[in-house]
């Protein structure tokens, strides 16, 4: 949350050179309030247990935030039953009329796919260019990331020879953003996908920002230059759990799974998961609820022209301390 100081105190233009939100008293008087209306496209198979991880994560903020939940199509779910999905879920035909101020996509177990071979690939292509229309900001996690940067901008993903599982070190490759307010400077976050988008290929995008990176897990959180999108590589989502679940759930499907990096304790799987990610993962979402949704939603969401972009954006240099 912004922190409300001051007409014109000294501190302010010292505060805003490192991108720290601060608000005028004046602002702050003038500033109407209400709930974020977040919308979640869920493609994982298990929908209740991503959907509590995500809300999990969305909760974790002083903010009243509310969600809907939207399903890609009508068909049975083979891990979540008819009911539930009828009961708490829409169809996009229902909200394509609406705006919303965040829209979270999940990732799917589509890694292996060439994504114009995925059954819902043109609906995913249709939501995604509806929400650069209708959504201040939006978040793709795992797969959905490389499918909108595949979409959005024509990056290509490349396959692994192996599924990349495990809790991977990463480190800011900025200090200054928004986004990374409060991070360490180096933190560590899940993965699980069989592909990686080239590091240099987003570096070398003048659209776009690479703003953390793995030396074994490769890009991590990427962001487009008008703050419209986030693309985060893994699974900051991921309860303690969920690594160990999919290892399992691969052994007893006879893949041979290689065991998840630096999850197990002692990289032994009959001994329990070691979470190094969660706060990591309730101050990113945090952060990008706060600096990329709520401070430039317009108040009236049928006016989507009233985005306003970051008045600070990085500068070279600026990440060193």
């Known amino acids: 949350m912004p922190v409300k100081i001051p007409d ?26 209400r709930p974020m209306k977040v919308l979640i496209l869920n493609l994982m198979p298990n929908k209740i247990e991503t959907e509590t991880q995500l809300l999990r994560l969305l909760g974790n903020t002083p903010l009243q935030v509310d969600v809907d939940l939207l399903r890609i199509h009508d068909k049975a779910s ?20 609406k705006n919303y101020d965040g829209l979270i996509i999940t990732g799917a177990p589509l ?14 292509r249709e939501i995604i260019d509806w929400s650069q229309q209708h959504v201040t900001s939006v978040l793709f996690l795992c797969w959905a990331a490389h499918a909108a940067l595949y979409h959005l901008y024509g990056l290509q993903r490349k396959l692994l020879s192996a599924k990349r599982s495990g809790v991977f070190n990463h480190q800011r490759t900025h200090k200054h953003f928004p986004l990374l307010r409060g991070f360490d400077d180096e ?9 990686e988008m080239n590091v240099e290929d987003l570096k070398a995008h003048k659209e776009l920002q690479v703003l953390a990176e793995s030396d074994e897990a490769g890009a991590y959180l990427v962001l487009s230059r008008n703050n419209r999108n986030l693309f985060v590589m893994g699974h900051p989502e991921y309860q303690k ?21 630096n999850y197990f304790r002692c ?19 945090s952060n990008w609820l706060n600096y990329y949704v709520y401070q430039l939603t317009p108040y009236d969401l049928h006016d989507m022209s009233a985005i306003t972009p970051w008045e600070h954006e990085y500068k070279d240099g600026q990440e060193d301390d």
Do not use: C
């Open 8 to 33: 014109n105190l000294p501190a302010a233009e010292i505060l805003e050179s490192e991108n720290i939100f601060v608000m005028s008293e004046t602002r702050a008087a003038n500033q109407d309030i």
């Open 78 to 97: 083979k891990h979540t039953s008819i009911d539930h999905m009828n009961n708490f879920y829409r169809d996009f035909e229902a909200v394509r009329h």
């Open 111 to 124: 890694g292996q796919i060439e994504f114009e071979e995925v059954t819902y690939w043109d609906h995913i």
């Open 187 to 195: 933190f560590f976050a899940p993965h699980s996908r069989f592909a």
């Open 241 to 261: 759990s969920t690594l160990g679940d999919e290892y399992q759930r691969d052994l007893a499907e006879g893949l041979n799974p290689a065991i998840p990096k």
């Open 267 to 285: 990289d032994d799987p009959s001994q329990a998961p070691v979470a190094r990610w969660h706060g990591h993962g309730s101050l990113l979402v």
